[in-house]
């Protein structure tokens, strides 16, 4: 439990190396180079009154609060915007000093609402703090004069109000938006009195645009801009620092808590990953956490026709263990498995595999990680011997050159590309590879120097391309090169990249990008000092999804761009746990730290710890898991915390599997889409009601921290810990901080990971062991961990996926910002404000062609299904490509994507379906099955959780 106030400097932390040494008010203190007079007075423990400054922003020095003396000076400079010298003597409090600032602050009162009573901000208030801190006891104006006492309130954004009254024009909330998010939403109209603060064009800020990441909510030094959270449920009481639960940038948050109930998420100025900064998910979007839809009581039924009963946690485990027996003895060890969810924390996730591995005796365990950064493991293992990122992210602010490939960062990411876009800003240059216009390409004061505008499925080809320009111009660094790779792979990469077939001019007809813009784009990674890459789904989800990841690597290699600050290979993971529930063996061939199952002196190690016999041979993938359940082979599946109806691919291919199996058992907080085929549910926690740990897309490792008890009473790992017990895998742990002391004994990339030490440092990067106590923000920095770096051979191979005269557009998919994955969570916050619901974005040359208008509704057919989605027509997307979001199950999206996969991992080729695109004017087949299938499971649902509503709906009076 932490206090609730955060301790203020009053401006940025300087990180020169070169200490100055001043006194202040007599006291002597030394701090870096270029750091304020205001901070250097906070640090010697001395509070200067301010209004306009806080430390997670430029100094503005509009407020005249923070004045001071400065020996040798005139005047009275403002401290905040002064920078320290060498033997600086200040002086910060005087009669002169206290008078000035009296003055200024009777003049901010005059015109203020004097209602801190009734104030949301009442006891934390600056403007209030500052009062009593200059003594002020009168106002000699009074308060009838001229001021903003009626001056409107914007409350439009469902999550904060705009009350314009109580604004005393500091400007930090223009200042968050541009300098912390980077979206430069907000400016100061006006001047002198009539100043106000505006959201774009006087806007509100519903319409504006805003991005509603809150760091203007949270540099208000008044209540002008407050959560609406807050100001119905008062000042928070305690507070517990935690970590998001949406996506891979994992930022840390204090939950501001009245007993059991969020008041509201406050991003954690100390966390590693966002330094107090937030996007609307993990800021706002938490009330699905307390959702009415949540399922807290066991159910069972014995068909999916049948009506759930809730039974006793006792019944529904013994239900599910001797189901899970009973079909084994019946259809033989194999016919059962089990799915891990990136979402879990890593203590929930590694029991899952410990259960599926020790308890059901086989290897089928695969994650929802399969389906979109698989191919990452494989293909940065293959080359550079880990399969994960190499960089934290903080590195990027030493980066000149940033190549974002198939990544859409202020959508997916959105406060690492707040980080991003601040050091884009600062100068760096960027390249952007992706078929589609993202926002980064340009947006405001940040334009691409290339964005490769390349057609889906070919960026095989665009690398090698690029490869091509870094070893025919003479861009390889030789000499890391040398030193730190193999050279015979080297030698037969350079030879490959080297053909004229290769070369950008031969590739252009292929990618649909220009040879001159490739060439330039090689120059600039290659040259411009450090080249940083960061990439997405967009690379992964391919039938070459680990050729791409591998030819990544080679050109990060190739150009000596590994090993240092500013550099790196970079996968954007998306979902909060992805990097973690891959760390903790969810795959079947690999034991947590990606050891091979046939690897007999790991296998013994993990043998003798379970005190069981292991199997040397990988279990099932999910696609085999699907397959299998079709040939009637695989019969029971024990998912926690996924959704593999809705995301998985070929949808219809899913639910026909699912269909086949005799026990599905789902452990989740909804009725997902894959609960409509379950014969058990097991109501899981939220990340609020439980304690662990997550790994982000840096490899750091932090905290989870349960803030309310949980809702069906036990923490996920306590549910499979009952699922074993019951199964006659005994586990015994007391506290999720005893399953990481298991991990951390038998991985040794995480044998110095304990949750005291994470309690101690915030957060770790793996590895953390002897060699790095601290953890390792950076990686490969004197050798690669697999010695040398390999370079492979990374063919060209097109996708089966062909557009024709049937199928003449190509489709690809993505996220947005105000929704998560699949939606179970957002969708049930208010964050559907902003999109409630999946469109088909094509450009306006195909629109045209097929006579098709804004909001139209329009049939998408592919080779493995249709489905009916409202057209919006941009030319974000080029000519020949549609695009769509997949956040709605009714959407369909999955329906028509296809089973084609990845060659090595087979992540699925989300990214590359040929469709045709037709205006239609009512949903589809599947649309309509869908939508009737759905009604029935929630009847039957409603049978089991609410049987009185369901029996008077059900009547022929109801
Ligand atoms: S919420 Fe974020 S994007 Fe919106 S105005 Fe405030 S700082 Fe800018
Ligand atoms: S809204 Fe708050 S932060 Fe913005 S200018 Fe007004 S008082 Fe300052
Ligand atoms: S950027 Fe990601 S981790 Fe951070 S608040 Fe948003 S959703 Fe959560
Ligand atoms: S705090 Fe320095 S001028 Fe406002």
């Given at each position: 439990m932490q206090s609730i106030a955060e301790h203020d400097l009053g401006t940025p932390q300087r990180r020169s190396a070169t200490q100055v040494t001043l006194t202040v008010d007599g006291r002597e203190v030394s701090v870096p180079a270029g750091t304020s007079v205001l901070r250097a007075a906070a640090e010697a423990g001395l509070s200067i009154p301010k209004l306009c400054a806080t430390d997670q922003l430029e100094a503005f020095g509009s407020c005249r609060m923070c004045l001071v003396q400065v020996e040798g000076m005139k005047g009275f400079p403002a401290s905040c915007t002064t920078p320290v010298a060498e033997g600086m003597k200040v002086t910060t409090q005087n009669d002169k000093l206290a008078s000035i600032r009296r003055g200024v602050m009777e003049l901010y009162v005059s015109d203020h609402p004097l209602d801190c009573l009734t104030c949301p901000a009442n006891g934390h208030c600056e403007l209030q703090d500052m009062a009593g801190a200059v003594g002020l006891r009168e106002v000699r104006y009074g308060y009838s004069g001229a001021n903003h006492l009626d001056a409107p309130k914007d409350e439009s954004n469902p999550y904060f109000t705009f009350d314009a009254s109580k604004c005393i024009v500091c400007s930090r909330c223009v200042r968050a938006c541009d300098e912390q998010q980077g979206t430069l939403a907000l400016t100061i109209q006006g001047r002198g009195f009539d100043s106000t603060v505006s959201a774009s064009q006087a806007e509100s800020f519903l319409e504006s645009e805003c991005v509603s990441c809150g760091a203007c909510v949270s540099a208000c030094p008044t209540a002008t801009l407050s959560e609406k959270s807050l100001i119905k449920a008062g000042q928070a009481e305690h507070s517990v620092i935690t970590t998001c639960a949406y996506c891979g940038v994992g930022c840390s948050f204090r939950a501001e808590m009245q007993g059991e109930e969020v008041v509201r998420m406050v991003p954690n100025k100390?966390?590693?990953?966002?330094?107090?900064?937030?996007?609307?998910?993990?800021?706002?979007?938490?009330?699905?956490?307390?959702?009415?839809d949540r399922i807290t009581k066991p159910m069972i039924r014995a068909s999916i026709s049948d009506p759930w009963k809730e039974v006793s946690w006792e019944e529904a485990i013994a239900h599910a263990a001797s189901e899970l027996r009973r079909i084994q003895k019946k259809y033989g060890r194999d016919s059962i498995g089990g799915i891990t969810s990136s979402r879990c924390t890593n203590e929930e996730t590694y029991l899952v595999q410990k259960l599926v591995r020790a308890g059901f005796g086989n290897n089928n365990v695969d994650t929802c990680a399969r389906v979109c950064h698989s191919p990452t493991g494989y293909g940065l293992k293959q080359t550079m011997g880990e399969s994960a990122g190499t960089q934290d992210f903080d590195s990027v602010m030493d980066s000149d050159v940033i190549?974002?490939?198939?990544?859409?960062?202020?959508?997916?990411?959105?406060?690492?590309?707040?980080?991003?876009?601040?050091?884009?800003?600062?100068?760096?240059?960027?390249?952007?590879?992706?078929?589609?216009?993202?926002?980064?390409?340009?947006?405001?004061?940040?334009?691409?120097?290339?964005?490769?505008?390349?057609?889906?499925?070919?960026?095989?080809?665009?690398?090698?391309?690029?490869?091509?320009?870094?070893?025919?111009?003479?861009?390889?660094?030789?000499?890391?090169?040398?030193?730190?790779?193999d050279i015979e792979s080297f030698d037969k990469w350079r030879e490959f990249v080297a053909e004229p077939r290769n070369s950008p001019e031969a590739m252009e007809a292929i990618t649909g990008v220009p040879a001159a813009s490739v060439r330039a784009a090689a120059r600039l990674y290659a040259t411009a000092g450090n080249g940083a890459i960061y990439y997405g789904l967009g690379v992964t989800e391919h039938s070459q999804g680990s050729t791409m990841v591998m030819g990544i690597a080679n050109l990060a290699m190739a150009t000596g761009n590994i090993g240092r600050r500013g550099v790196g290979v970079n996968p954007l993971r998306g979902q909060n746990n992805v990097q973690g529930s891959c760390d903790m063996g969810s795959f079947p061939h690999e034991y947590p730290g990606y050891r091979h199952v046939s690897d007999d002196a790991v296998r013994l190690q993990f043998e003798q710890a379970w005190q069981v016999k292991l199997l040397s041979e990988p279990g099932l993938r999910i696609p085999n898991m699907f397959e299998a359940a079709l040939d009637g082979e695989f019969k029971a599946l024990y998912i926690q915390g996924e959704d593999i109806a809705?995301?998985?691919?070929?949808?219809?291919?899913?639910?026909?599997?699912?269909?086949?199996?005799?026990?599905?058992?789902?452990?989740?907080?909804?009725?997902?889409?894959?609960?409509?085929?379950?014969?058990?549910?097991?109501?899981?926690?939220?990340?609020?009601?439980?304690?662990?740990?997550?790994?982000?897309?840096?490899?750091?490792?932090?905290?989870?921290?349960?803030?309310?008890?949980?809702?069906?009473?036990?923490?996920?790992?306590?549910?499979?810990?009952?699922?074993?017990?019951?199964?006659?895998?005994?586990?015994?742990?007391?506290?999720?901080?005893?399953?990481?002391?298991?991990?951390?004994?038998?991985?040794?990339?995480?044998?110095?990971?304990?949750?005291?030490?994470?309690?101690?440092?915030?957060?770790?990067?793996?590895?953390?062991?002897?060699?790095?106590?601290?953890?390792?923000?950076?990686?490969?920095?004197?050798?690669?961990?697999?010695?040398?770096?390999?370079?492979?051979?990374?063919?060209?191979?097109?996708?089966?996926?062909?557009?024709?005269?049937?199928?003449?557009?190509?489709?690809?998919?993505?996220?947005?910002?105000?929704?998560?994955?699949?939606?179970?969570?957002?969708?049930?916050?208010?964050?559907?404000?902003?999109?409630?619901?999946?469109?088909?974005?094509?450009?306006?040359?195909?629109a045209e062609e097929r006579g098709i208008n804004a909001d139209d509704w329009v049939g998408?057919?592919?080779?493995?299904?249709?489905?009916?989605?409202?057209?919006?027509?941009?030319?974000?997307?080029?000519?020949?490509?549609?695009?769509?979001?997949?956040?709605?199950?009714?959407?369909?999206?999955?329906?028509?994507?296809?089973?084609?996969?990845?060659?090595?991992?087979?992540?699925?080729?989300?990214?590359?379906?040929?469709?045709?695109?037709?205006?239609?004017?009512?949903?589809?087949?599947?649309?309509?099955?869908?939508?009737?299938?759905?009604?029935?499971?929630?009847?039957?649902?409603?049978?089991?959780?609410?049987?009185?509503?369901?029996?008077k709906a059900d009547s022929p009076a109801g």
């Open positions: 100390d966390g590693h990953a966002n330094h107090g900064h937030s996007c609307v998910k993990g800021r706002f979007a938490i009330g699905y956490a307390t959702h009415p190549m974002v490939i198939g990544a859409n960062p202020t959508d997916g990411h959105p406060v690492f590309a707040s980080q991003m876009k601040r050091r884009l800003r600062q100068g760096a240059k960027l390249i952007v590879a992706d078929p589609r216009r993202i926002d980064l390409v340009r947006t405001p004061h940040i334009e691409a120097a290339w964005h490769l505008q390349l057609r889906p499925g070919t960026n095989v080809a665009l690398i090698n391309a690029l490869a091509h320009v870094v070893v025919s111009e003479g861009l390889v660094k030789e000499d890391f090169v040398r030193e730190r790779c809705q995301s998985d691919p070929n949808t219809q291919h899913v639910t026909a599997a699912l269909s086949a199996m005799e026990c599905i058992i789902v452990q989740d907080l909804f009725l997902n889409e894959s609960a409509k085929f379950a014969h058990v549910f097991l109501p899981g926690s939220s990340f609020l009601e439980k304690d662990g740990t997550f790994t982000n897309a840096e490899r750091r490792i932090s905290p989870v921290r349960k803030v309310m008890r949980s809702k069906s009473g036990y923490a996920d790992w306590e549910i499979t810990q009952l699922l074993s017990n019951a199964m006659g895998l005994p586990m015994n742990y007391q506290h999720a901080s005893q399953i990481m002391d298991e991990i951390a004994r038998l991985t040794p990339t995480f044998t110095g990971v304990s949750f005291e030490k994470l309690e101690q440092l915030g957060s770790i990067q793996w590895p953390c062991n002897e060699q790095h106590p601290q953890g390792t923000p950076t990686m490969h920095v004197d050798s690669f961990v697999r010695g040398k770096g390999k370079f492979l051979v990374t063919e060209y191979v097109p996708t089966r996926e062909k557009v024709n005269a049937r199928y003449p557009l190509i489709l690809t998919t993505g996220r947005i910002l105000s929704q998560y994955n699949v939606g179970a969570q957002t969708r049930r916050t208010e964050n559907s404000t902003w999109h409630d619901e999946d469109r088909i974005e094509i450009h306006p040359h195909d998408i057919q592919s080779r493995a299904g249709e489905t009916v989605l409202r057209a919006r027509i941009t030319p974000r997307v080029q000519p020949g490509v549609v695009y769509t979001t997949f956040h709605f199950p009714e959407s369909g999206a999955n329906v028509i994507t296809t089973d084609n996969s990845d060659w090595a991992t087979n992540c699925p080729e989300y990214k590359v379906t040929a469709v045709q695109v037709v205006r239609v004017s009512q949903p589809s087949a599947w649309q309509r099955r869908y939508q009737e299938f759905d009604r029935q499971q929630q009847s039957l649902l409603d049978a089991a959780v609410h049987p009185r509503q369901a029996a």
